[in-house]
């Protein structure tokens, strides 16, 4: 049961993406969409906190009529819906950017540049499109990497060669490099390619809701975060209200405040959101 108090007070509403607001098509439900604009005019406000792109998170914002700024890359960016202004944004520096071009360049691994708008590549990394499963991401090649090594949020190296790409990975590891994060994984859908994403170290979701929060100066206790994967664990660490779909992790089910019955795929945060509009609807 959902206590009704505690919904009542909620003033904002932070979801994860992929396998928790969409289903496997990347549609969000017409019911979700009705209790996000009946909950918007009692005052609630919504944003997301993504892997994907800011420029892939934006159709999806304006298709709700949100407005607050949205967080992208694993709270590695936040950025409002339009225009310009980023709240936070945590760029790997330049010499690391500039180490991964020359490793990909020597052992011949594909490599692309993640900014908060497209994902960059050169006509040597010309298979990144088809390797990459980035949501809605706009890819844009290049003729070199030049002038795009400072403001780089994400490095990704794709390849078949396993031993090359862990190498790498090892390259970047303590003690060779500080202030990094890395994730290596194979891929579930290109079968013999591994991964590897660099990021600047210091940066998840749960600390870019914080982050966002004290912009928008709302108390984590009146948040609410939904999330099925890895990547939301740093979220339900938090002081929020924590919601997961049936489809989440075991992880995040244990973390959970409400695990829902229904999955992404049967728009199971729907089941909460109604909930959600009924308590500020009720009169207690």
Not at 55 to 81: F, M, R, Y
Request: hydrophobic share 40%; charged share 30%.
């Amino acid at each position: 049961m959902f206590d009704i108090k505690h919904l009542k007070k909620i003033e904002f509403v932070l979801f994860d993406i992929d396998g928790t607001l969409v289903n496997d098509n990347g549609e969000i439900g017409e019911t979700t969409k009705q209790l996000i604009c009946d909950l918007k005019k009692l005052g609630v406000r919504f944003s997301f906190a993504s892997g994907r792109l800011h420029s892939a998170l934006v159709p999806l914002a304006e298709s709700l009529k949100l407005h607050s700024p949205l967080i992208s890359l694993d709270g590695t960016a936040i950025k409002s819906l339009t225009g310009k202004n980023f709240v936070y944004r945590s760029f790997i520096k330049d010499k690391h950017v500039k180490q991964a071009i020359e490793y990909s360049e020597k052992y011949l691994i594909n490599i692309a540049l993640c900014h908060s708008e497209a994902i960059y590549f050169t006509e040597q990394n010309s298979v990144i499109p088809k390797l990459m499963d980035k949501f809605g991401a706009v890819y844009k090649e290049v003729n070199s990497y030049d002038g795009l090594t400072d403001k780089t949020l994400e490095i990704v190296f794709a390849g078949d060669n396993k031993r090359t790409v862990e190498y790498v990975r090892d390259k970047f590891s303590f003690p060779f490099a500080l202030g990094v994060s890395l994730s290596y994984f194979r891929s579930q859908t290109h079968e013999g390619i591994y991964y590897l994403e660099i990021r600047r170290s210091g940066s998840s979701k749960g600390k870019a809701m914080k982050r966002l929060l004290k912009y928008l100066s709302i108390d984590e206790d009146r948040t609410v975060v939904a999330g099925d994967w890895y990547n939301d664990l740093s979220l339900f660490d938090t002081k929020a209200l924590k919601i997961a779909p049936k489809n989440a992790i075991a992880e995040l089910k244990k973390k959970a405040d409400y695990v829902l019955e229904k999955t992404n795929n049967e728009e199971g945060i729907a089941v909460f959101l109604e909930e959600l509009l009924k308590a500020k609807m009720s009169k207690i």
